[in-house]
């Protein structure tokens, strides 16, 4: 099936790859039909909102408005965006937007001089004295030759995406300095410069020339000046949640979730954020825009195949995709309206995410900063978990099990059942959990919707005993199923748990098995796990919720018949 998606994929790349490469054309060469860039008015945004999700991406939102020249505007802000996801638009109802186009402009930035070539590059025409070798020079800089970068060829379709030049093709190195001393001309060879003299009011600052990227855009309509809005997906941004469980009272807890961003993008200040809990898909969140002017066409094509090759290898952190099968009920078809208040921030639904909503956030490019999310009282109750995996190493068709499974030291732990009867779906986190302000336990609340229960792992109950044994009642020999000979074995198991507490314990106990399970005590629940369907043996699975008085000894008991080949 991958392999059929991925030819589909190439297929369709074959397709649009003439349109891309006529449209990077046109971005690498936007002076055709256009007006001198430099006399546009510029198009200054500012953030103003903020989708950030838990896997390191957000989506911005940006507002701006700009006194158009004939129409046309420039932004110096140019995002790293994701392909497909970087869009202008007009937010004037009688202004439409007409065309777009990316290109990058030489620009001088002015920096300090921290080198002996610098100082001579920002000096030219001064008077200087060179200490040169073991001679002195002295003279008026004539020139200061910048290093030449290599020329391109036409390529081999390798792809040195991450090299700054073709390795094949190195720099010229800028090795000399020319000075003037009034009877000729003197070449110097800067690295063996060891001293330079400058008279008074000489420029310690140098100016570099790079290019700048930027987008210019043309609109159309009544008013000169036009409001628009700029929006894209881009990595920089991503926020961690995690919970404080406080467990000092007998019938409520009392839950407090917060949100720690992180900003690796810009400055922002007085953002709206929106803190999604949910995983959507983002095919391309890999793959740069070609408005982000970072890339040549063989790059950006060789990226998109790259993507196209990638299959998902489930090897995302826990928090940043929800562990649990549970979807959000309940959505709401629009963020202006419908959020859910409770005693916290302001919450909604969106599809199958779900969005914690904080206002006015303002933090700097590196910062990371928390905001609280929501508190409020649930109820909770004090359990006894037992978890007893598959023991008789026995797969669905009968045969033994190729490696020999685990046999893990089983715990009995004692754990809180929580009932989420907030107005927000709890996301996959971290909790910390506290009685008082004395600490008792961490580990992972797992995703939980509204009105449903999850149970959090406390410590380790040395003082309920437990012990479990199985053994072979019964066997039939040569039963035939599908012309293959195989023993019917059923067999018996024994759970004994005794506990030493002085109060009543609540024991749940789940017991996963290969085989039919057709007898249990003390009222367990039999689930067929839908599990190895082709196979003769069933997936079984039950499950006790059994109360223990105090200092009281249960021996539980459950049968099941398995097939074996011969």
């Not at 507002?63 to 995002?79: I, K």
């Not at 869009?87 to 065309?99: A, F, P, R, V």
């Not at 685990?406 to 909790?431: G, I, M, R």
Request: hydrophobic share 35%; no cysteine.
């Amino acid at each position: 099936m991958a392999k059929e998606g991925r030819t589909m994929l190439n297929k369709s790349l074959i397709g649009i790859i003439p349109l891309i490469l006529s449209g990077v054309f046109f971005l690498l060469y936007p002076t055709l039909g256009s007006t001198k860039d430099s006399s546009l008015a510029v198009l200054n945004t500012k953030a103003k909102s903020i989708a950030v999700f838990k896997n390191g991406v957000g989506f911005f939102m940006r507002e701006g408005t700009v006194r158009s020249n004939d129409g046309w505007a420039v932004t110096e802000y140019v995002p790293n965006a994701s392909l497909g996801s970087l869009w202008i638009s007009s937010l004037d109802k009688d202004s439409i937007l007409e065309e777009v186009v990316g290109f990058k402009e030489e620009v001088q930035r002015s920096f300090e001089a921290i080198s002996i070539e610098e100082l001579l590059a920002s000096n030219i025409g001064k008077k200087v004295k060179i200490t040169y070798g073991d001679k002195i020079v002295e003279g008026t800089i004539k020139s200061v030759p910048e290093p030449r970068a290599p020329e391109k060829g036409e390529g081999t379709g390798i792809d040195y995406s991450r090299s700054a030049y073709d390795p094949r093709l190195q720099p010229k190195l800028a090795a000399i300095v020319i000075l003037d001393t009034g009877e000729g001309e003197v070449v110097l060879n800067k690295s063996n410069i060891s001293k330079v003299e400058f008279p008074k009011g000489f420029s310690a600052r140098y100016l570099s020339k790079e290019k700048a990227k930027r987008i210019k855009f043309k609109v159309a309509g009544s008013k000169r000046e036009a409001r628009l809005g700029l929006s894209y997906l881009q990595k920089g941004v991503s926020w961690v949640p995690s919970y404080l469980v406080n467990i000092g009272d007998s019938q409520k807890a009392r839950i407090t979730m917060k949100a720690t961003l992180i900003n690796d993008a810009e400055d922002l200040e007085n953002v709206d954020f929106f803190f999604v809990v949910g995983y959507p898909n983002f095919l391309y969140a890999d793959v740069l825009s070609p408005m982000a002017l970072q890339e040549s066409i063989t790059q950006f094509i060789q990226g998109l195949r790259r993507e196209g090759r990638q299959e998902d290898a489930g090897g995302m952190i826990a928090i940043t995709r929800q562990r649990a099968d549970f979807r959000e009920s309940g959505t709401l078809s629009n963020l202006d309206y419908g959020y859910e208040t409770i005693k916290g921030l302001p919450g909604a639904a969106e599809e199958d995410l779900f969005l914690y909503h904080k206002e006015k956030i303002s933090i700097k490019k590196g910062e990371r900063a928390y905001y609280p999310i929501f508190f409020d009282e649930v109820d909770y109750k004090h359990i006894y978990e037992w978890e007893i995996p598959d023991t008789i190493n026995v797969d669905p068709r009968g045969y033994q099990r190729s490696e020999q499974q685990k046999k893990e030291k089983e715990q009995v732990w004692h754990s809180v059942k929580l009932s989420n009867s907030t107005k927000y779906p709890w996301t996959t986190a971290p909790a910390f959990v506290v009685s008082g302000w004395k600490p008792l336990a961490q580990d992972t609340i797992n995703y939980t919707p509204k009105n449903t229960k999850t149970n959090l792992k406390l410590t380790v109950a040395t003082d309920v005993k437990h012990d479990r044994h199985e053994y072979e009642i019964d066997r039939q020999r040569d039963v035939k199923i599908y012309n293959h000979n195989y023993d019917l074995v059923t067999v018996k198991g024994e759970l004994s748990i005794k506990n030493h507490k002085n109060k009543e314990i609540t024991m749940e106990i789940k017991k996963m098995l290969t085989g039919e399970a057709t007898e249990v005590s003390h009222k367990g629940k039999i689930e067929k796990v839908a599990e190895g369907l082709r196979g003769v043996n069933q997936n079984s699975s039950i499950s006790w919720e059994i109360p223990i008085k105090a200092g009281e000894e249960i021996s539980v008991t459950y049968k099941y018949k398995v097939y074996i080949t011969r």
